[in-house]
């Protein structure tokens, strides 16, 4: 059960990374533009924190989806996980401090969906989170196997489709889950 909880944390931290940083890279004008806009990060620091970002996703994401496939990766399982993780805290602390700024809180950049920036919005980062802290435990308990990723069969191919499938539920939400209209005035 180790190797299954694994495999699919693997697969949803390597979907969720290595998607929203080939988006940003893909769009990185307007990825550099929506930082900019947000305020958090000074002007003259938005595209290379942009680039920044974009890059230690693909890195991160990239390794993950090698391990996944049985490849060499020589970064421990380990390091992977708190990767995801400090990623996660990195992206929770900035959409915390976006979000109290109401007027520039025009959307996060972490769905391909445009969606306005809502309470909803920090799912991704809080499921990076929790999913990185699977993966380390699930690691931890499986011990120091050499390719613990690698073989499997149709378990593997089930941990693997559904972390991905996780995964882009997740990224997705923030721009499905639209605000409530206000009733009444209030």
């Known amino acids: 059960m180790t190797t299954f909880a694994f495999r699919l944390s693997f697969a949803f931290l390597g979907a969720v990374l290595l998607g929203t940083g080939i988006g940003h890279a893909a769009g990185f004008a307007r990825f550099a533009a929506l930082v900019r806009g947000h305020g958090i990060v000074p002007a003259p620091w938005s595209g290379p924190v942009a680039a920044a970002v974009a890059a230690l996703e693909i890195g991160i994401g990239g390794a993950l989806a090698l391990a996944l496939v049985g490849s060499a990766v020589h970064v421990a399982p ?109």
């Open 78 to 186: 380990w390091a992977l996980a708190l990767g995801s993780a400090a990623c996660g805290v990195a992206f929770l602390v900035y959409l915390r401090r976006l979000l109290r700024q109401p007027a520039r809180a025009q959307s996060c950049g972490c769905s391909p969906l445009a969606s306005p920036l809502t309470g909803v919005s920090l799912v991704p980062s809080v499921a990076l989170l929790t999913v990185s802290a699977v993966g380390l435990g699930a690691g931890m308990l499986q011990g120091s196997s050499p390719e613990p990723l690698a073989g499997g069969g149709v378990l593997r191919l089930l941990s693997i489709g559904w972390g991905a499938t996780l995964a882009l539920l997740v990224l997705v939400l923030p721009a499905v889950v639209l605000p409530r209209p206000e009733i009444g005035g209030r």
